[in-house]
């Protein structure tokens, strides 16, 4: 699958927070994310991404082991998404180290979670701050096959649109490019 994504700055969080509390009940948590590489570097260069995410919020922790290949979709960055829930975080680290991937970079996300239908779709729009950065982000994404990420895209524009976020807003900014940026 898909992840069909885009992310813009927000210069209104409160405003579209109030809109999305309108279209469903919200989720707020806190992400710690360890993105892992080869020694190499090999999967950034490639724009590949390993991730192991541990999210902590009223319900509980869980943690999720994700791989996203290289864009199939430049102007968006969507990616191939594959994605599953891990029993034990420390384990899921030990694998990926003895595997050989070293971890490149760690950083916290909170965010607030909105899960609803839009346009036939299940979106999923997370307003997200990032310590490290500056600003709020809004990402909006569903998953699709390949031949309907087109569609769908036009479709989170659309939802994007409604939230009073236009395309001047849109950003293909990273969380780690930015991250990074600030710790050097």
């Known amino acids: 699958m898909i992840e069909a994504e885009l992310k813009a700055r927000v210069h209104s969080p409160e405003a579209v927070m109030r809109q999305l509390d309108q279209l469903a009940t919200a989720r707020v948590e806190v992400y710690r994310d360890t993105y892992y590489d080869r020694s190499d570097g090999s999967l950034e260069k490639a724009g590949e991404e390993l991730r192991v995410r541990t999210v902590h919020g009223v319900d509980g922790t869980r943690t999720v082991l994700t791989y996203k290949g290289a864009a199939v979709d430049e102007a968006s960055g969507s990616k191939p998404e594959h994605e599953t829930r891990v029993e034990d975080a420390e384990a899921a680290h030990a694998i990926l ?81 930015g991250v990074a940026a600030t710790r050097r």
Request: charged letters at 25%.
């Open 97 to 177: 180290r003895g595997l050989g991937h070293v971890p490149f970079i760690a950083f916290e996300k909170r965010c607030r979670n909105y899960v609803f239908t839009a346009r036939g779709r299940t979106m999923l729009a997370t307003l997200v701050r990032v310590p490290e950065l500056d600003g709020i982000f809004l990402e909006v994404e569903t998953l699709v096959d390949e031949v309907d990420l087109s569609a769908a895209l036009d479709d989170i524009r659309a939802v994007l649109a409604d939230l009073g976020i236009g395309p001047q807003d849109l950003t293909r900014e990273t969380y780690t490019g």
